[in-house]
């Protein structure tokens, strides 16, 4: 006879969510299923994982077959999937970036010095003979008194932005943009939505290592190679023909060349009262063609339905997909396979639900979610939260999974966005029953809650909740899981040696995991609709959804 989850004792955490007791149910999480799962979306037969691809069809059809084993019913009306329109972009013949005027050309080479792009769906891209524009962090945030663009016209120019917040040398998480913590104002994606809006021709980060929080291979492996935008009527032809990101020390040389001091007009973009300044006579010039081709990727989603409130849900996603080929490594191997980024989170999702089903049907519905095209801008996610199968003012909250740690087990877990909302309560719970803790980020400046695929239900209401494995290791303590974290981030991020090791240590992993478990199946036995903290940018907004919820 197989023991049902169901029968384990509850742990209640010494703690109070408003008038709710928080109980976190301990389950074993199967080591097998996680090792088993990222093995095999991570081995060379899915190419990486791309969407759109051979590796896509391979990847959709084995979740939908694992979720099918453990118990779950298909989760969008019958099927397993939710079709994501999206639109594969590969820029060809791609000529330098070119910057004219005082003295000779400076001619920047594709791929080595600068990567460029687009979000528009053209097959020719083309910026000629563009005013060069330096627009400091390229912020407009009105309700901060901040606007790099005040008083000045960018239409048909080209803009060269700085990453990150203008405060993220600021110590603590203090200053208009919240000091070290990056806010979303910080995030690339931001920096180019906020130039089409004021009609940039093109639109050119300065890449600068630590403020990124990554360093130029990170951006010339995911630059480089076919690009997933999300479809569109307009063909985005709102958007910066060019979008992209230069070397900082081509940005010190193009400075130079026009008599600038790069340093000296960075560190001025950092202080209120900035105003950008027209590169004296700069122009830049750029293009290429790009190859077309629409397709539909695929969310993949899974339900168990609930006993007594089965229109009340809990979500647990995790993104599937990864860079497919890539700028090839050394030894040639171009696979960015994506064991740990994010066939571990992938795993985790099947494991999650294989755990759930064996314990027995909870009193709300839970969702497993494995999203497209997080690599690209979230965009699975993004589709989900805006075209959501469920509604969204039903969906209690949530958790989502992104590179688990195989560094080992950790005295502690590092929470993403700690302290926003309700659902912190629920993490302590579970975090009681192995005697660890939540700690803040080590590294706000990275922007992390901003990065992964909670954020397009956050930002619309939903709480969910996103931590990474400690960085205290059992062995070794900070030193170790600094140094883990380090060795990931140089060699294995976004590169084609993120690769199934079969020596990994899935302790730690299991462990996190079975916290990701405690909160979900706490969540989803309760009557308690967690809320964002008073005076989270995420409140208003849940309010507003669970006020019209409960009006009807």
Known sequence: MRLRLAALPLLALAGMVGAQTIVAPVAPIAEQTLREVTRELSSDAYEGRAPGTAGEEKTVAYLAK??????????????????????????????????????????LNYGTDMVVGTWRIAPRIEVRDSPVVFVGYGINAPEKGWNDYAGLDVRGKTVLILVNDPDWKTPGLTGPFNGRAMTYYGRWTYKYEEAARQGAAAAIIVHQTEPAAYGWNVVQS???????VADAADNHAGDSAAIGWMQEAQAHRLFEREGLDFDALAASAGRKGF????????????????????????NVIGILPGTTRPDEYVLYSAHWDHLGRCEAATDGDDICNGAIDNATGTAALVALAEANAKAGATARSQLFVAVTAEESGLLGSEYYAANPVYPLAQTVGGVNMDALSLAGPARNVVVVGKGKSELDGYLAAALKTQGRVASDEPTPEKGFYYRSDHFSLAKRGVPMIYFD????????????????????EEHRYHAPKDEFDPKWNWAGTVKDVQLYYGI?????DSDHWPNWTAGDEFRAIRDKSRAAATAK
């Open 275 to 298: 105003r950008a300044r027209p590169l004296n006579g700069a122009r830049a010039s750029v293009s290429f063609d790009e190859t077309v081709r629409r397709h539909q990727s695929r």
């Open 66 to 107: 694992r979720f099918a084993a453990v118990g779950l019913k298909p989760g969008n009306k019958g099927s397993w999937y939710q079709d994501v329109p999206l639109v594969e972009l590969t820029a060809r013949n791609v000529s330098p970036l070119v910057f004219t005027g005082a003295g000779a050309p400076l001619s």
């Open 469 to 488: 494995a400690g960085d205290d290791l059992v062995t070794g303590g900070k030193a170790a899981g600094a140094a883990a974290a380090k060795d990931y």
């Open 222 to 228: 995911s630059w480089t190679g076919a690009q997933q």
């Open 520 to 524: 979900g199946r706490a969540l989803a």
